[in-house]
């Protein structure tokens, strides 16, 4: 499966095909903000950027149009995210093994089967567009589950998938490709609302490389080096995944520990990332760390910045996630100027599995370039 997902599913090539459906839903973002910035109102940006970064998930996986059956899936996998993150007494107190004391039981069986209900009717769907020769995804473009479905009725594949492959698959795609990128994107814009200096000069560089009478594209991420520092610091200070647990494979000795084989090992990544012996000022935002060319050799030879893991087990949608970040932090810098209540965003960090923030990001957006008209669907 990781061959399959580095190979196929999301390389390059899968990725730029499905470029298209990332732009829509940037745009679309970006026009929600405009229309509030119109009428003044305040907007809870953290609800519009899940919704962004779900949405855009769903339909890459998925190749479904923008319609309700998103809303659907949606739902869903946010009922997902909260029965993982609920804490359930019968997993640590031995006498409640066997009992539901809060129901949480009931609640995971009732999410697996609707979920399971509309993967089947969205694979049922896919089968038989196929039969009919239809190729499904955005015109020639393949979505991820026609991808996996092609290789499942591939007789010569280098193994066999099965139907729970798939939905398994496209579970974990769902749940761990769509909050974590919007809570990063949160964490983004509260610090840059924090740090105006660092928000003027990122809006600086937009000017200087994209112009201002034109929305920031794909193709202008290389050459924008301060936004990419920002997404990095981001990510370095708040890790959507704080918590990595390894198994030992054999006996193994780890800083005064001996730990014999077979156990699992957590790391805290939140503090391999704040370690002060190798990060000046390691709990301050400052992008230009990731300037230093010091600092880029550390992050590619060793393990103090790892915000998508290392090795074999590193994630596979590092790039997609990079993707999604970049262009949608650049859009709401290059677009908005942003005014919080009481003039600084609450940094508190929430109890959750992508490290989310306490309270929601609730701002009032001033349009800094109104980039439409914006064909939307183009």
């Given amino acids: 499966m990781k061959k399959l997902c580095v190979s196929e599913l999301l390389g390059s090539r899968t990725l730029d095909a499905l470029r298209p459906i990332r732009r829509q839903e940037r745009l679309r973002l970006v026009a929600t903000l405009n229309e509030a910035a119109a009428r003044g109102t305040i907007i809870d940006v953290s609800e519009e950027l899940h919704k962004a970064s779900n949405n855009g998930i769903i339909r890459m996986v998925t190749g479904m149009s923008d319609g309700g059956g998103v809303h659907e899936v949606r739902g869903l996998v946010k009922g997902v995210a909260e029965t993982i993150g609920?804490?359930?007494l019968s997993d640590f107190v031995w006498v409640l093994r066997g009992v539901?004391?809060?129901g949480i039981k009931r609640r995971i069986d009732e999410v697996h089967r609707r979920f399971d209900e509309v993967l089947e009717r969205i694979i049922g769907r896919k089968e038989e567009e196929r039969r009919r020769g239809g190729g499904g995804g955005l015109g020639r473009a393949k979505d991820l589950l026609d991808i996996l479905l092609e290789v499942a009725e591939d007789e010569k594949a280098e193994f066999k998938l099965t139907r729970e492959n798939i939905k398994g698959f496209v579970l974990d795609i769902f749940t761990a490709g769509s909050d974590t990128t919007a809570a990063v994107l949160e964490w983004a814009l509260s610090e840059l609302i924090n740090n105006p200096?660092?928000?003027?000069?990122?809006?600086?560089?937009?000017?200087?490389?994209?112009?201002?009478?034109?929305?920031?594209?794909e193709s202008d991420v290389p050459n924008l080096p301060y936004l990419q520092s920002i997404v990095k610091e981001t990510l370095r200070l708040h890790p959507p995944a704080p918590i990595s647990h390894r198994i030992a494979t054999r006996d193994v000795k780890i800083l005064d520990y001996d730990v014999p084989a077979d156990t699992i090992v957590f790391v805290n990544m939140w503090s391999l990332h704040?370690?002060?012996?190798?990060?000046?000022?390691?709990?301050?935002?400052?992008p230009e760390r990731f300037e230093d060319r010091v600092a880029e050799e550390k992050q590619k030879?060793?393990?103090?910045?790892?915000?998508?893991?290392?090795?074999?087990?590193?994630?596979?949608?590092?790039?997609?996630?990079?993707?999604?970040?970049?262009?949608?932090?650049?859009?709401?810098?290059?677009?908005?100027?942003?005014?919080?209540?009481?003039?600084?965003?609450?940094?508190?960090?929430?109890?959750?599995?992508?490290?989310?923030?306490?309270?929601?990001?609730?701002?009032l957006p001033r349009v800094r370039l109104n980039p439409f008209p914006y064909n939307i669907h183009g």
Avoid at 204 to 209: A, G, I, K
Avoid at 305 to 333: E, I, K, N, Q, W
Wanted: charged share 25%.
């Fill in 301 to 363: 030879n060793l393990l103090h910045y790892a915000p998508f893991g290392g090795g074999r087990r590193g994630c596979p949608g590092a790039s997609l996630g990079l993707d999604v970040l970049h262009m949608t932090l650049a859009s709401l810098v290059q677009c908005f100027e942003w005014e919080v209540v009481g003039g600084r965003v609450d940094m508190e960090e929430g109890v959750g599995l992508t490290l989310p923030r306490e309270n929601p990001l609730v701002c």
């Fill in 86 to 88: 609920t804490l359930n």
């Fill in 100 to 102: 539901d004391v809060r």
């Fill in 274 to 286: 704040r370690d002060p012996d190798h990060w000046v000022n390691p709990l301050e935002f400052r």
């Fill in 197 to 217: 200096t660092i928000q003027h000069k990122a809006q600086q560089e937009l000017d200087s490389v994209v112009g201002k009478h034109r929305l920031v594209e």
